[in-house]
């Protein structure tokens, strides 16, 4: 039964032209469900489909084999095998053209690749296909949200608001260690109870903002997934009272989206994926947006190929670090695996007591965290790599 099935994968990744030879192995026919399945693969792997209907490539009108081959992976594939076999029909097949078809943006799962790759081609999809491609990518924002949002939040609170105390009394905001603290001469021996002059409550939400966030974001083409990624997160934390959030897109010009912050679709679609990367004239930038240094944490998210002024980038990031600025730079946020970045000068970077690593998507809340109370991240960063 082994070798059966052995040899049942054996003719799917080979395709029909080797059913002769795995039959005279011993293999057995095809179900109708085997067939369906070659038949979807052969559509992206090459070869003739044993089942019915062409191939997906060329530039004829969509029609209802597309929408049908849609169906098939999802009725036969996992979602993660989905995931490849839609970016392999993307990039093996050259079907980008596909993307603007609505049917095709309807049926295709949410992947976050996907989604980079329609904001690099946004401004060539068509008419016809341009509310589907807006729904799609809402379809991303809403899961990144959904996985994300409630743990940001919560980062926000636990490191800014339980700062400051107060008056009004709440058991839940009690804090319990300042008001034993504080009540310790109350302490009855006799009894062995404590009796609290005074409660102290945490405040919990700080009335206007006491923080400064500042997501310095590299557009260039490399970095889809992570600028989608830090652009969510930040219209999340822009909507945080206790944070003033600057968002700030760049390649070899800078693109400030503060104030798209809430609309994280309209944001992304103000993303220009693709082009140079000018690092240091961000950080330029960004340096005009502080005034107060010890209170403004900035995530620098690239891969440091700089194409600007290098000597100088190093000398601006030097500054900001010793004028109390929490600086962090994110190689990557993804989960693809290894990211691809300029090794020497992410060491010169590190050697500035700077942090450089790439962070997984669902460690943003911890991070931010950590970032805001200004702890040590060395353990963070183990703990990631650690992990992987």
Request: a neutral charge.
């Amino acid at each position: 039964m082994e070798h059966q099935q052995i040899l049942k994968r054996w003719r799917l990744i080979l395709g029909a032209e080797s059913q002769d030879k795995i039959s005279t192995l011993g293999g057995a026919a095809l179900s109708q469900e085997d067939i369906l399945m070659d038949s979807a693969l052969s559509q992206i792997y090459g070869g003739s489909s044993s089942g019915k209907g062409g191939k997906l490539g060329g530039h004829g009108a969509s029609s209802p084999q597309l929408t049908k081959w849609l169906g098939d992976l999802r009725t036969l594939f996992s979602p993660m095998e989905i995931k490849v076999i839609q970016k392999d029909a993307i990039e093996r097949k050259g079907l980008k053209q596909l993307l603007f078809e609505p049917e095709m943006l309807d049926g295709l799962e949410p992947d976050i690749s996907t989604a980079s790759l329609l904001l690099m081609l946004k401004d060539q999809i068509p008419a016809k296909a341009k509310d589907n491609a807006r729904a799609y990518i809402a379809k991303i924002v809403e899961d990144i949200n959904r996985r994300l949002s409630d743990d940001l939040r919560r980062s926000v609170t636990a490191a800014l608001n339980r700062r400051e105390h107060s008056p009004i009394p709440s058991a839940s905001a009690l804090d319990y260690k300042m008001t034993i603290r504080r009540n310790l001469k109350n302490y009855d021996p006799q009894r062995k109870v404590l009796l609290p002059e005074k409660f102290y409550f945490f405040e919990r939400a700080a009335k206007s903002a006491s923080r400064t966030v500042i997501l310095d974001i590299d557009q260039s083409g490399s970095m889809g997934e992570s600028a989608i990624y830090s652009s969510i997160m930040g219209c999340i934390l822009a909507s945080i009272n206790a944070l003033k959030t600057h968002i700030i897109a760049f390649d070899t010009a800078v693109n400030d989206l503060s104030d798209l912050c809430s609309d994280p679709v309209e944001l992304l679609y103000g993303i220009q994926l693709g082009g140079g990367t000018d690092i240091n004239m961000s950080v330029a930038y960004c340096q005009e947006l502080i005034t107060e240094p010890s209170k403004t944490t900035m995530f620098i998210v690239t891969d440091l190929y700089e194409g600007g002024n290098r000597a100088q980038l190093e000398r601006r990031l030097s500054e900001l670090k010793a004028s109390g600025v929490n600086v962090i730079v994110l190689l990557a946020i993804s989960d693809s695996g290894k990211p691809c970045y300029d090794s020497q000068l992410a060491e010169k970077v590190s050697a500035m007591d700077i942090p450089c690593f790439a962070c997984p998507p669902e460690k943003l809340p911890e991070l931010l965290d950590a970032a805001l109370k200004k702890r040590s991240l060395k353990a963070f960063v183990q703990n990631v790599y650690d992990k992987k």
